[in-house]
């Protein structure tokens, strides 16, 4: 059973920075696609970005590249998103999500099977 717990959220102002962290348990994020989506009260998840299994290749949503940066650490078997440059647009709650493998369509949330439970990150200006 995969199981994925997220952690980092919280209240952080203008132009601060937040690192989220996505803890799987039963698959490891080596040898599997792990991606970020966000959802704000009323709308549908959003992509954020991804990293692939094998040679770690990342993608990012054109509305946090420059500014968001996925990495893994195989080790701990832990998923991050460092978010720098926050905007108060970037307040949503953040899911992390893993499949067995890459997807072309890595953008599309139902493509993922499983999800953590979210955490919050507000900007306020």
């Known amino acids: 059973q995969v199981q994925l717990v997220e952690s980092g959220g919280g209240w952080v102002q203008v132009g601060g920075s937040l690192r989220l962290s996505c803890a799987a348990s039963?698959?490891?994020?080596?040898?599997?696609?792990t991606a970020w989506f966000r959802q704000t009260p009323g709308k549908d998840r959003e992509f954020v970005a991804a990293i692939r299994e094998s040679n770690g290749a990342t993608r990012y949503a054109d509305s946090v590249r420059g500014r968001f940066t996925i990495s893994r650490d195989n080790a701990k078997n832990v998923v991050y998103l460092q978010m720098n440059s926050l905007k108060p647009e970037d307040t949503a709650t953040y899911y992390c999500?893993?499949?067995?493998?890459?997807?072309?369509?890595?953008?599309?949330?139902?493509?993922?099977?499983?999800w953590g439970q979210g955490t919050q990150v507000t900007v306020s200006s």
């Open positions: 999500a893993s499949r067995s493998y890459w997807t072309v369509q890595y953008t599309v949330a139902r493509n993922y099977d499983d």
């Open positions: 039963g698959r490891s994020v080596r040898t599997s696609a």
